[in-house]
Each structure stands twice: as C-alpha cells, then as structure tokens.
C-alpha cells in the first residue's frame, strides 16, 4: 500500500491557501497547517488542533523554537511544503506603500513573513524533504515583477526576492532530489478585493476575468505530483495572460 502523502501549508485560512488544503485533502494527503490563527471549525480537513501549528512568521525566534514541534508532527517526512503566506500593509485608507511611506519596522515585518520564514522553514525541514524526495512550492506574485496599483513596495520586493530564492533552493535542494518551484498569481477572486480591481480585469487581463483560487490550487498540487518530476526551478504565471 502507497503510503499517504504528507502537506505542510502556510496561510490555510481563506483565498488560495484554504483552496489549496481542501484540493490536497480531497486527494488523499495528510494535512499540516501553520499559521498565526487558531485552527477553525470550517477547516476539518486539518484534523482540528492535532495538525494544526500555532506559527506567527513575523517572529523569527518563535519559528525557530517551533522548528523541533513542527519536526515532531512530521514523523521524518514530508512530501510538500507550500510557502503560501504573505503580508502586504496598506495605508490608513487602504492605499498601497511606496518607499517614503514604508518605514524599516513594516520593511522587517513583510520580510519576515514572506521570505525569511520560507528560506528557514524549508532549511529547518530540509530532512523530512529529502526522506521522501518532496518538494517546495513558493507563492510569489505578479508584483514582484511588475509595479502595481495595490502592492505595496515591501510586498513587491519581498516577492521579487522570493522568485529568486525559488532558483536558489531549487539549486541547492536538487541533487537531493528535492524540487523547488514557484507560481505567480494575478487578480485572484478572494473574499477581500481592492477598489479599483474590475478596472484592471478590463484593461490588463487577455481572459477578462479574475482567477478562481480553485485554478491556483490544482497548479499547486500538480507540481507536487510525479507529472511534474523534471520541474524544478520554474515560476509559473497563474493570471489570465496579465503578465504579457
């Protein structure tokens, strides 16, 4: 008998990372979940609190110490890690922040949410990785290389970064067998969506519609399948053509 497969996914709460888990749970894997909110009723497929990791990503000590815990309720392996949580501040009334609006707190604190933690996360569960020649999915986004009328320039940058860390682990972590890729998502439909959204639909996106998080979710999980055993360090575009 296949032994079940084993999900690790920052940001299950809502949008692409809820559709994510459900995607996985349906297909049979195991699902660990981590993030700063309590596990909740609407989110079964985590196995209430026994899968479920308190982790604040903005603390950097806190997810060191946690390290052994997560660890712990591995088992020694894991077979996909979905770097799917990110910050993007926005102003008090709800505008994007450039560079003179971003002091060096709101710099750290996007930083540490939406690179630091993945780099240290897929480092500290290097192990559990190679146990079952897994993989490392990181979410990055169409900010990070173009500018954008609600991403604000930490988020943007922080991205960017992240695209490139993508071929970096992919590097590393290939002749372990570890594959390492990335997706970069668009306008995504999501319970929160900016003013001002429809008119980029219209004018930037060939499809003329927004992403279902559902679209993102079945990506997700094909990289993570035996279809894509040669993928390794690619970012994919999940926008609808937004990107030429």
């Known amino acids: 008998m296949t032994a079940q497969k084993t999900l690790l996914l920052t940001g299950a709460s809502r949008g692409i990372g809820h559709a994510t ?32 990791i308190h982790l604040d990503l903005e603390d950097i000590d806190s997810l060191q110490q946690t390290l052994p815990l997560i660890k712990e309720k591995l088992g020694g392996r894991l077979d996909a890690l979905v770097d799917n949580a990110g910050i993007s501040p926005k102003g008090a009334d709800g505008q994007r922040l450039g560079v003179r609006d971003t002091d060096y707190a709101t710099w750290l604190r996007v930083f540490n949410v939406n690179l630091f933690s993945c780099a240290l996360l897929a480092n500290g569960l290097f192990d559990e990785l190679k146990a079952s020649q897994g993989c490392v999915i990181n979410v990055t986004s169409i900010a990070g290389s173009r500018v954008h009328p609600f991403a604000g320039v930490a988020y943007a940058t922080s ?9 970096e682990m992919a590097f590393d972590f290939g002749p372990h067998g570890v594959r390492v890729n990335a997706i970069a998502p668009g306008e995504i439909e999501t319970s929160i969506l900016s003013p001002g959204t429809g008119d980029i639909i219209e004018r930037q996106v060939p499809m003329q519609r927004l992403g279902k998080p559902e679209e993102v979710a079945s990506l997700i999980y094909f990289l993570c399948t035996s279809g894509a055993s040669y993928v390794n360090g690619a970012e994919i575009h999940v926008n609808g053509g937004q990107h030429v």
């Open 21 to 52: 888990v459900k995607h996985f749970h349906a297909a049979g894997w195991r699902i660990f979940t981590a993030s700063r909110q309590n596990w909740a009723e609407e989110c079964p497929w985590a196995e209430k609190l026994l899968n479920h």
């Open 159 to 167: 991205k960017a970064a992240l695209s490139a860390l993508t071929r």
